[in-house]
């Protein structure tokens, strides 16, 4: 037959992808959003500073980025105390966990994370043909023990965790991760999500020994950085391993001005610090907002607040459907017993009117369909 | 033992990466080039109009980018007077090379390209585990029979072809590459690199099918749009087998400031024919620098010119190290016979004036040495 052959993994992997971003569902719904509180990202806008070095770098745009990301790679290792080569920088999160998954992960290998986590992890490794296997969270918490127990039964190569948590903005102390890594199987890695760790309370993140084998911390300007759109993150982890990427990234895949606005975006201290103000204060409104509807939000660690509908799935899915009518963007869990609630990222005092005035509505209308 | 297990294709694979950047190479001589003319990026720069939409679109940073590349998907279809769901928006060919690769390249697979082509499609087989065979250049020119036949007799899955040629520049008629690909074998897909196709004379850009399943063509915003720091390309072909990138490729992946850039650089014909018109001068240049010191320029059909230093690759070595060491960047093909040349990019003419003083030195260091 005239025509590609795929390999037996993409032959049956499914055509679902793992979100239909906002622009997709403005498109669907012929109208913008009012509020764009879905996607947990930094409605407060990246640093000045770093605007203004993207700004001038527009014009060398021609030049191919530094294949290195040497300027940020060693920036972020003197600010983290450890070596250069205990970095590697990739196009977001998302990216490096496609590297990470390829490098370890094949057909018949086994995979551990959570029920109801981080979606494009799990793309990914379907994408390379491994097992998944998930573990139900535990009060709302991911369960380092259950996930450990998992691994060890099924012999599984990674284990996903993200600290703190999403989508439910919870956080494990230190010390329950500590244990976990402790705990490791061989031959067993942690995959330990830190997007959100510039808003963590204090104690909880762990102190592991970058040089631990097994253990990939994974980081991002697209949070607290307010750089999304940049697609700038990066991984942690002991020189041995962080090498490996060298073996199969795509070594020249870097914006060369998103590694220039990133540089900029982690010097400029007291911009972080005002939007770690302003997403604090943005919780408390949003909560504030639940509390009035008399739904619960959940305590979060994160850049958005979990907010429990007080029912099952089947009512906060007509709850969110109401929102997004309304132009509200916002997500929820997938899966129950996480699902009886919906996610609202922070957002300024303008969006957070439009959900606040569109909530009760939205609780309205699910309650009497 | 504590630790990662890599795949097996990964713990065969060499660290070697494809190439090595300029920015590494001036921290490794201790000083800036003179002349950055070793990448084939455009100096000239992206369309004035492309850089005022990305700094404006800067402080926008915080959003991710739409993960359908909509509007510039929409606009290059129209253009090209294909349908939007025969495009794939990816970050740069080479990351598009790598889901191509992925798609259909396992442990086992045969793929077919031309000995000194382009070392990073080379990278990704390697890096899937598939099986390289190369065959030789004819004349300084890709061979497609040659190609063809190899493929045939290996029971390839992909054949690489650019077409204009990197690293020599020359091209193929368009007649060539419409006989190759009706004589593609059963099961056999033509990468076909286009990434300097706006440069190539008429009569050389076939007129395939669209919906041709053996057929994909990749073409960048990286050369004549002088956007390489942006990342973004793009693949065309059959709606069926476009669809399939879905299944694997990171689709947040793509920077929404390159995005926007892109979209206002397609837009801006004026500039496109404006580089064309620089690019060319900057060819008749540097193919009379070459001959003004007994060299023979190649026609060239790309935005850089190879240079014949008229002797063997030991020669030609000598000459770019020699150029180097006077802080002109350029790059030479790594194979004999092609390595008898040095391959120059079109420089401003401030940059080919550096070149031109250079060159006799660096010609007589060669000789002498």
Not at 80 to 86: A, D, R, T
Not at 270 to 276: F, I, K
């Amino acid at each position: 037959m005239r025509g590609p052959r795929f390999t037996p993994i993409v032959d049956a992997l499914p055509p679902t992808v793992p979100f239909v971003g906002p622009e997709q569902m403005e498109r669907d719904r012929g109208a913008p959003f009012v509020a764009r509180l879905g996607a947990n990202e930094s409605v407060f806008g990246p640093s000045p500073e770093a605007v203004a070095a993207m700004q001038a770098a527009a014009s060398e745009t021609w030049k191919y980025g530094d294949s290195t990301s040497y300027d940020l790679r060693h920036a972020l290792a003197e600010d983290l105390g450890v070596g250069p080569g205990n970095i590697v920088i990739g196009a977001g999160i998302d990216g490096l966990l496609d590297s990470t998954v390829r490098l370890m992960v094949g057909a018949g290998d086994q995979v551990v994370t959570s029920e109801g986590a981080y979606p494009t992890f799990n793309y990914h490794v379907a994408g390379y043909g491994g097992t998944l296997h998930k573990v139900p969270y535990r009060d709302d918490h991911e369960d380092p023990e259950a996930l450990v127990a998992k691994a060890r039964e099924v012999g599984a190569k990674l284990i996903y965790l993200a600290n703190p948590d999403n989508p439910m903005g919870t956080w494990l102390e230190a010390g329950r991760v500590e244990e976990m890594i402790a705990a490791l199987p061989e031959g067993c890695v942690l995959v330990l999500d830190e997007a959100y760790v510039e808003f963590a309370p204090e104690g909880s993140v762990p102190d592991a020994d970058i040089e631990d084998p097994a253990v990939l911390r994974f980081r991002t300007f697209s949070k607290a950085h307010g750089m999304a759109g940049a697609r700038v993150g990066y991984a942690l982890g002991p020189a041995e391993v962080i090498a490996a990427y060298e073996k199969v990234r795509n070594h020249f895949g870097m914006n060369r001005t998103a590694q220039i606005g990133a540089l900029a975006a982690l010097r400029d201290r007291d911009w972080l610090a005002h939007v770690q103000g302003e997403v604090a204060a943005a919780r408390d409104r949003i909560a504030a907002i639940a509390r009035d509807n008399a739904l619960e939000p959940l305590a979060s660690a994160t850049n958005f607040v979990t907010v429990d509908c007080g029912a099952d799935g089947v009512f906060a899915r007509k709850v969110l459907a109401a929102l997004l009518a309304r132009g509200i963007f916002v997500r929820m869990p997938f899966v129950a017993p996480e699902d009886r609630c919906i996610r609202i990222s922070a957002g300024t005092p303008e969006m957070l009117d439009a959900l606040a005035s569109a909530l009760p509505e939205a609780l309205a209308e699910a309650r009497g369909s």
